[in-house]
C-alpha cells in the first residue's frame, strides 16, 4: 500500500508518520510512505488549506484540518480500506 502524508507542519508529519507506521504494524500490512510537504507544491494541489492529509489509492482522507490523524482513527481508515479491497476483489 502507498500511503503519501500531505502536510507542511514538520512536528505534525513526524506524529502521523509514528501513528501510520505503527498502524500498518499492528494491521500486518505492508506499506510505503510519502511525505509531501513543500507549500507550493501543497498550494498546486489545492491542499495547503486542508492539511494534514493521507493520499491512499489516488483517494484523500482528512479528519480535522491542522490537527494530528491518532493511530486509532488511522487503523479504523486501514481497516475499511482493506475490507473495501478485499469485497471487491471477491467480485
Same mark, same amino acid.
Given at each position: 500500500?502507498?500511503i503519501?502524508?500531505?502536510?507542511?507542519?514538520?512536528?505534525r =508529519?513526524?506524529? #502521523?508518520e509514528?501513528?501510520?507506521?505503527?498502524?500498518?504494524?499492528?494491521l500486518a =500490512?505492508? *506499506?510505503? =510512505?510519502? #511525505?509531501?510537504s513543500?507549500?507550493?507544491l501543497?498550494?498546486?494541489? *489545492?491542499?495547503?488549506?486542508?492539511?494534514p492529509l493521507l493520499? =491512499?489509492? *489516488?483517494?484523500?482522507w482528512?479528519?480535522?484540518?491542522?490537527?494530528? #490523524?491518532p493511530e486509532?482513527? #488511522?487503523?479504523?481508515l486501514l481497516?475499511?480500506l482493506?475490507?473495501q479491497?478485499?469485497?471487491?476483489?471477491?467480485?
Amino acid at each position: 500500500m502507498n500511503i503519501t502524508l500531505w502536510d507542511r507542519d514538520a512536528t505534525r =508529519i513526524a506524529d #502521523i508518520e509514528k501513528n501510520l507506521r505503527s498502524a500498518l504494524k499492528k494491521l500486518a =500490512i505492508e *506499506g510505503h =510512505i510519502t #511525505i509531501m510537504s513543500e507549500p507550493p507544491l501543497l498550494n498546486r494541489m *489545492g491542499v495547503l488549506n486542508r492539511v494534514p492529509l493521507l493520499e =491512499i489509492n *489516488g483517494m484523500y482522507w482528512s479528519l480535522r484540518v491542522e490537527e494530528t #490523524i491518532p493511530e486509532s482513527d #488511522i487503523i479504523d481508515l486501514l481497516t475499511a480500506l482493506t475490507r473495501q479491497q478485499e469485497s471487491h476483489s471477491q467480485s
